[in-house]
């Protein structure tokens, strides 16, 4: 500010006293800009941390517009990875000064994380990371020249806060997020998470197709096996058939005991919904032959396969709910899958013109099924074309 102000008193013809006195003024204008711009900084990382984003890319984004505030200062971030402190991330901001030494940097991010609170030394100032009142990193920050004044200290440390509010919420969102997808379909755990008001009951009629499995036999295994063993095989039948629906786009509906339903078309929209679960269904059977060749009496899926118009959404309670499909479609479905052996699968006439030119089927005629009394149409399905 010096030659600024007094090339302006020279200019007006000031004298030495009101020269101190404008230099000083510019002086206490400047920091009171630069203090508005740095509380602007912490709101700005304020709102970030309530946005849904990748650790690592939240951080960097919070950095970014710290260190614009804080340009005079270098300012890095570690994590701790594995037991370890690490900045393999690259977390860095601001003007890049030389490095302290190894030992400097294990005295000082060690003493920060052991005592949980800043450790400063000469232009140097280290502040911890927590995440749910655990040690999960540190803030550097390194000053070229000077040292650290009380409203810096206490700037920075209110950004080391943010920093840790935003790493807390973007690691939550990871835990909620992993969480929703083990109990529900993922395209179904995406769209709440992007908008948690379509978990509101309801729903709308769409035209999708169903898929049930049952694995015959698996009665009269289970009074043979342990209630361990039965749900470890149950698990390796479901690993498989699991991962090949959800291959197809399908969503998993629910298990029920040794039966699961997946649907197509909900909620996520394909064209090619029939097509997709006739892939489904015979990737299901051939995957499973391994494990139902281990022994004679192995289970296997009996399908059933149908298409057509269903209540698709979450029905239940305001305490509970489920993301499911009703309605006369989803019941035959089910019939079909009654009426079908081990290692079969059967497809309704509605699914069949569907999917009639990619699929080798045997025709079964008109079957009766339960719960109808009109018989129905069905075919084998045998394999794609």
Same mark, same amino acid.
Not at 351 to 360: C, D, G, K, M, Q
């Given at each position: 500010?010096?030659?600024? &102000?007094?090339?302006? !008193? ?12 404008? #230099? ?29 984003? +990748? #650790? ?41 000064? =030389? ?40 803030? +550097? ?117 040794? =039966? ?5 078309? !909900?909620?996520?929209?394909? +064209? ?20 139902? =060749? ?17 209540? %698709? ?34 497809? &309704? ?9 990619? %699929? ?16 129905? +149409? ?8």
């Amino acid at each position: 500010m010096a030659p600024v &102000s007094a090339t302006v !008193a020279q200019q007006f013809g000031l004298s030495d006293g009101q020269a101190r006195v404008l #230099e000083q003024a510019a002086e206490a204008l400047a920091h009171e800009r630069e203090q508005i711009e740095r509380l602007g900084a912490l709101v700005a990382v304020g709102q970030e941390s309530s946005i849904i984003q +990748e #650790e690592q890319r939240l951080l960097q984004q919070a950095l970014s517009l710290s260190s614009a505030a804080f340009r005079y200062d270098q300012l890095r971030i570690g994590l701790i990875q594995e037991g370890r402190l690490d900045f393999s991330a690259d977390l860095r901001g601001g003007p890049q000064l =030389a490095p302290l030494s190894s030992q400097q940097q294990q005295r000082l991010f060690g003493q920060a994380l052991r005592e949980r609170g800043p450790v400063e030394i000469d232009n140097t100032l280290i502040l911890p990371l927590t995440v749910k009142g655990k040690p999960a990193g540190v803030l +550097e920050i390194r000053r070229e020249r000077g040292s650290f004044a009380d409203h810096d200290r206490w700037l920075l440390r209110s950004l080391a806060s943010q920093l840790s509010v935003a790493l807390e919420n973007a690691r939550l969102y990871r835990q909620i997020d992993l969480l929703f997808r083990q109990y529900m379909p993922s395209s179904v755990a995406t769209a709440l998470l992007a908008d948690p008001n379509q978990a509101a009951l309801g729903g709308a009629v769409r035209e999708i197709s169903v898929m049930f499995g049952d694995l015959r036999g698996f009665t009269s295994l289970s009074e043979r096996l342990s209630p361990p063993e039965l749900v470890a095989l149950l698990n390796r039948y479901y690993g498989v058939a699991t991962q090949l629906v959800l291959a197809e786009g399908g969503t998993i509906d629910k298990f029920m005991g040794d =039966a699961m339903m997946a649907l197509f078309n !909900a909620p996520v929209t394909q +064209e090619d919904h029939a097509l997709r679960a006739c892939r489904a269904a015979l990737a299901m059977q051939m995957a499973i032959g391994p494990i139902a =060749a281990e022994a004679p009496d192995m289970p296997r899926f009996g399908i059933g396969i149908t298409s057509g118009s269903a209540l %698709v959404g979450n029905i239940g309670a305001e305490q509970i709910r489920n993301f499911t499909a009703i309605g006369d479609t989803v019941n035959l479905a089910s019939r079909l899958q009654s009426r079908a052996e081990g290692g079969q699968i059967l497809i &309704s006439g509605p699914t069949y013109a569907l999917v009639r030119n990619h %699929v080798e089927v045997r025709p079964l005629g008109q079957i009766q099924v339960k719960g109808k009394e009109a018989a129905v +149409e069905a075919f084998i399905l045998l394999a794609m074309r």
